[in-house]
């Protein structure tokens, strides 16, 4: 199993900023790579980014690509979202995922078994 907590979440205005950071617990095998999706009430969830916690590699929705970076800190057991330049579209649930590894990168859902409560974020224009 894998336990997930987010944090980090809340209100800021467009043109600011935001750290998210999920620290993972549980079997390392199963959350090799972690993904951050956000979802809209009436929405369906959204990929955001991933990170390949062995090698390193991320992988991003053009939505934020240039404004998001996904990094970890692997002492911590803790992936962190930065995101920039926030814009009132980003307004959403961000959940924290993990999966084993794949060949590859991927921000498809079913690639994910374990997530996180979720955290609000805001951004008002």
């Known amino acids: 199993q894998v336990q997930l907590v987010e944090s980090g979440g809340g209100s800021v205005q467009a043109g600011g900023f935001l750290r998210l950071s999920c620290v993972a617990s549980?079997?390392?095998?199963?959350?090799?790579?972690m993904g951050w999706f956000r979802q809209v009430p009436g929405k369906e969830r959204e990929g955001v980014a991933a990170?390949?916690?062995?090698?390193?590699?991320?992988y991003y929705a053009d939505s934020v690509k240039g404004r998001f970076t996904i990094s970890q800190d692997s002492a911590k057991n803790t992936v962190y979202l930065q995101m920039n330049s926030l814009k009132p579209e980003d307004t959403a649930v961000y959940y924290c995922?993990?999966?084993?590894?794949?060949?590859?990168?991927?921000?498809?859902?079913?690639?994910?078994?374990?997530w996180g409560q979720g955290t609000q974020v805001t951004v008002s224009s």
């Open positions: 995922a993990a999966g084993k590894a794949l060949i590859g990168l991927t921000l498809v859902e079913r690639y994910y078994p374990y």
């Open positions: 549980g079997n390392s095998a199963n959350r090799v790579r």
């Open positions: 990170i390949n916690i062995n090698s390193g590699s991320t």
